[in-house]
T-cell receptor, first 111, second 113 residues
Framework: DTGVSQDPRHKITKRGQNVTFRCDPISEHNRLYWYRQTLGQGPEFLTYFQNEAQLEKSRLLSDRFSAERPKGSFSTLEIQRTEQGDSAMYLC?????????FGPGTRLTVL | QKEVEQNSGPLSVPEGAIASLNCTYSDRGSQSFFWYRQYSGKSPELIMSIYSNGDKEDGRFTAQLNKASQYVSLLIRDSQPSDSATYLCAVNKEGGGADGLTFGKGTHLIIQP
């Protein structure tokens, strides 16, 4: 399978804990995006990398959120001091030109 | 004002008929337009992209774009029960995918056998 992969697929954590998600993009794609989706809503853009450079961050990305793509390949999204409002599906997408292809997502539940 | 608007539905269409899904957007600078299909509990799957005014056909799917009216639509011909899903309209403000996509809330489509 050469699509976008994400790990873990599900994460349950207690409020106040830190969590980290990983995304492996399609190998020939230099652009990588993170989105968040809650029930009944479309995905909301969080941040975007071109190669290893983080080029855009949404105002939704509070100080508790940080994303990295250290070698321009895989990316990690960390949420510190999780809150119940962080419960959502976290989606990663990769692309080369205009089109973006999504991974299966990581479903986060904060208790 | 919401940036990308879709009727949430549900839109119910008999099997074999044409399903018509509509989307309007507010930013006149938008350059790229996409339709994604999302099954319940799954991630969005890209089914169509369109960049210029007019129609673009791919199998049973036709995307239509009218930038003057800030309107994009998706037609699904010969609807099948497997087409039952939520369809998300997404817009990119700049060409080349430099920005994140702005999504509508999606239209829930039900194909009745």
């Amino acid at each position: 399978d050469t699509g976008v992969s994400q790990d873990p697929r599900h994460k349950i954590t207690k409020r106040g804990q830190n969590v980290t998600f990983r995304c492996d993009p399609i190998s020939e794609h230099n652009r990588l995006y993170w989105y968040r989706q809650t029930l009944g809503q479309g995905p909301e853009f969080l941040t975007y990398f071109q190669n290893e450079a983080q080029l855009e961050k949404s105002r939704l990305l509070s100080d508790r959120f940080s994303a990295e793509r250290p070698k321009g390949s895989f990316s990690t999204l960390e949420i510190q001091r999780t809150e119940q409002g962080d419960s959502a599906m976290y989606l990663c997408a990769s692309g080369r030109l205009g089109e973006q292809f999504f991974g299966p997502g990581t479903r986060l539940t904060v208790l | 004002q919401k940036e990308v608007e879709q009727n949430s539905g549900p839109l119910s269409v008999p099997e074999g008929a044409i399903a018509s899904l509509n989307c309007t957007y507010s930013d006149r600078g938008s350059q790229s337009f996409f339709w994604y299909r999302q099954y319940s509990g799954k991630s969005p799957e890209l089914i169509m992209s369109i960049y210029s005014n007019g129609d673009k056909e791919d199998g049973r799917f036709t995307a239509q774009l009218n930038k003057a009216s800030q309107y994009v639509s998706l037609l699904i011909r010969d609807s099948q029960p497997s087409d039952s899903a939520t369809y998300l309209c997404a817009v990119n403000k700049e060409g080349g995918g430099a920005d994140g996509l702005t999504f509508g809330k999606g239209t829930h489509l039900i194909i009745q056998p």
